[in-house]
């Protein structure tokens, strides 16, 4: 009876240690998966924010929950340069034209092309 048990909980341990050498691999591979995400949410805002240009409009609106990824996301876009922030760290991207503009996850903003420069109103 004794034997069982010990065999139980050898398998117990045994099955412990494999959960943690697979476990282990696949968080480093998550957390470089969203790396690439958000260096990609970067690209295509930068992409966006640059198409901007190319339109006939008065101005634009902008609602932060509608272009940024999360909730703990922010957007800095300063020059030729696009910053996507958040909580773990900034991903950076640029663009052919100018902007000045910031934007927040909870925010709607407008935007207008002044002299080549997309703004923020």
Not at 14 to 21: D, H, N, T, V
Request: glycine fraction near 10%; charged fraction near 20%; aromatic fraction near 8%.
């Amino acid at each position: 009876m004794i034997e069982f048990t010990y065999s139980r909980v050898t398998l117990c341990i045994c099955g412990i240690a494999l959960l943690a050498s697979v476990g282990i691999p696949l968080t480093g591979m998550y957390s470089s998966n969203e790396d690439v995400l958000m260096s990609e949410n970067a690209d295509r805002i930068a992409w966006m924010l640059d198409s901007l240009h190319g339109y006939d409009a008065d101005e634009f609106t902008i609602r932060g929950w509608d272009v940024l990824p999360g909730s703990d996301c922010g957007l800095i876009a300063e020059g030729h340069e696009v910053i996507l922030k958040n909580s773990k760290g900034e991903y950076v991207s640029h663009t052919l034209n100018v902007s000045r503009l910031t934007l927040g996850y909870n925010e709607e903003i407008r935007l207008k092309v002044v002299d080549g420069v997309l703004v923020r109103l």
